[in-house]
């Protein structure tokens, strides 16, 4: 069985029966897919033609760092290799990529709807962005040719060819299932951006992280995911992209207003209001969003089926005692 999730490819073989497959086992197909993506990545980033394969690149460093995290306890790697280090060269790909996603947003949807007065207005702006991007991606390519980025994925690759596991690595995966995603979904509900009332709160770029861990750490297990399950992962997802929109135009309306550019958003009456108008629908659709999520039933609901994962069928059926 494939199933392809978010540029994530999880094989799983059910011919034998799931109880073949180990913690460990599967641990290792997670780690192997997001190192072979890496190396088939690096080279298109660095050519720098298109900003998506940075984007990719980006989401596959995160997605071997959740795996190395969430099933740790499960494996028997060097000292050399730990998330850490992971996470420290997917923060130095964060500039440039928020970089390129605000070019991008003002370059088509939001300077296509102002007056050619504003638009020319914006164009020193612009340069210097460009300028600051190339910086970011001068950064960006030190970190990726650096030894110690590259001693660490080799580890990672020498390791991959002969894995070592604990003795929780060796058992099946499937009773597991719920224990391996439970640090990340237990406390989602209780994280203070779910009922924040201002739109510039801190709390909400820390709830759009811990959502997405939730999920980076829950796609994984798609394949033995209720179809309920699957369609609330698939909400947490447009629920991240919400923040996400919300706080890129806040970003941007910051460094338009304090960065040293040659315009100031004050002089720009049209844009401003234009991401005024966008913010405000997103914080409108956030709020609502985040009604629905957290409500009592939805909640308890979503509880109830995230316990029931890794449970014999048999099981799920017969009454509580």
């Not at 900003?51 to 989401?59: G, I, K, S, W, Y």
């Not at 050399?80 to 130095?92: E, T």
Request: proline share 6%; with cysteine.
């Amino acid at each position: 069985m494939d199933t392809e999730v978010a540029g994530t490819l999880v094989r799983v073989d059910r011919s034998g029966g799931d109880a073949l497959l180990t913690n460990g086992a599967y641990a290792l197909e997670l780690i192997q897919h997001q190192t072979r993506r890496l190396g088939k990545l690096q080279p298109e980033v660095l050519a720098d033609r298109d900003p998506e394969p940075l984007h990719q690149l980006r989401v596959s460093l995160r997605r071997l760092r959740t795996a190395l995290v969430q099933f740790a306890p499960a494996l028997d790697l060097p000292e050399s290799v730990d998330a850490a280090r992971i996470a420290a060269v997917a923060r130095r790909t964060g500039l440039c990529r928020d970089l390129d996603v605000l070019q991008l947003r003002l370059e088509q949807h939001l300077l296509p709807r102002l007056p050619q007065s504003e638009r020319r207005s914006m164009e020193a702006a612009m340069k210097r962005l460009g300028r600051d991007r190339a910086q970011a991606f001068d950064s960006l390519v030190e970190a990726l040719r650096s030894s110690r980025y590259l001693k660490l994925l080799a580890r990672l690759h020498k390791w991959q060819h002969k894995p070592r596991f604990t003795p929780l690595g060796q058992l099946p995966l499937e009773p597991w299932l719920y224990t391996w995603q439970a640090p990340f979904s237990a406390d989602l509900f209780l994280h203070r951006g779910w009922f924040c009332q201002d739109p510039a709160a801190a709390e909400l770029h820390g709830l759009r992280k811990q959502i997405k861990a939730a999920r980076y750490a829950l796609e994984p297990l798609l394949p033995w995911c209720s179809s309920a399950l699957k369609a609330w992962i698939a909400e947490l997802r447009q629920a991240q992209d919400q923040l996400g929109e919300l706080h890129d135009l806040q970003v941007l309306d910051r460094i338009l207003s304090e960065r040293d550019l040659p315009v100031k958003l004050d002089r720009l009456p049209l844009l401003r209001a234009e991401l005024g108008r966008e913010q405000q629908q997103h914080w409108q659709l956030w709020q609502i969003q985040a009604q629905r999520l957290r409500c009592d039933d939805n909640r308890h609901a979503i509880q109830r089926q995230l316990l029931q994962l890794g449970m014999p069928a048999e099981a799920e059926r017969s009454p509580a005692q």
